[in-house]
């Protein structure tokens, strides 16, 4: 999923969203990618407690408060 960085109007600036499944471990983790430097790796990784089954999906919004 893309999010926007707020207040860009260059559409590749923010970040994907995405869980990476390790089937050797059958673990996934959360990660964060800034949609600019892909090489740069991981801007943020979260380990999540149990497996997320595949073909689960997801959508972004932003709070327009």
Do not use: C, M
């Not at 892909?38 to 073909?55: S, T």
């Amino acid at each position: 999923v893309f999010i926007a960085r707020p207040g860009s109007t260059d559409e590749d600036d923010g970040w994907l969203v995405t869980f990476v499944h390790d089937g050797s471990n059958d673990s996934t983790e959360f990660v964060v990618i800034d949609a600019r430097d892909f090489e740069r790796g991981y801007v943020a990784q979260v380990k999540l407690p149990a497996r997320v089954p595949f073909g689960f999906h997801g959508n972004w919004a932003p709070d327009r408060n």
